[in-house]
């Protein structure tokens, strides 16, 4: 069974920068596309960030011009930059990976735990 590990988050003051990071617990055959989302406390969870296998990116409006999604191919790992970080970014930032077992498999979706990120002064 493979899971999501994800690294990066923590405490940081408006206008601060963190760098979260999501990778496989082992070999993948392939991943068709993996994202970032967020969820604070009684709110649904929201997509901020997704990239596709090809290197297509997309962002929501709320993070446009201060994150940016990438990913490393060798190393199948996503990264999420964040920039210019406000208060209203706190929340519990979770990994979304689809994840091939074989070539004529689906994609299945797989989670990370989640990394909690605060902006505060």
């Known amino acids: 069974q493979v899971s999501l590990v994800e690294s990066g988050g923590g405490l940081v003051q408006p206008g601060g920068s963190l760098r979260l990071s999501c990778a496989p617990s082992?070999?993948?055959?392939?991943?068709?596309?993996m994202g970032w989302y967020r969820q604070v406390p009684g709110k649904q969870r929201e997509l901020v960030a997704r990239?596709?296998?090809?290197?297509?990116?997309k962002h929501a409006d709320f993070v446009k011009g201060r994150f940016t999604i990438s990913k490393d191919n060798a190393t199948m790992t996503v990264y999420l930059q964040m920039n210019s970080l406000k208060p209203e970014d706190t929340a519990v930032y979770y990994c979304?990976?689809?994840?091939?077992?074989?070539?004529?498999?689906?994609?299945?979706?797989?989670w990370g735990q989640g990394t909690q990120v605060t902006v505060s002064s």
């Open positions: 979304n990976a689809e994840i091939k077992s074989g070539y004529w498999a689906p994609a299945t979706g797989y």
């Open positions: 082992r070999s993948v055959f392939s991943i068709d596309a």
């Open positions: 990239i596709t296998r090809a290197g297509i990116t």
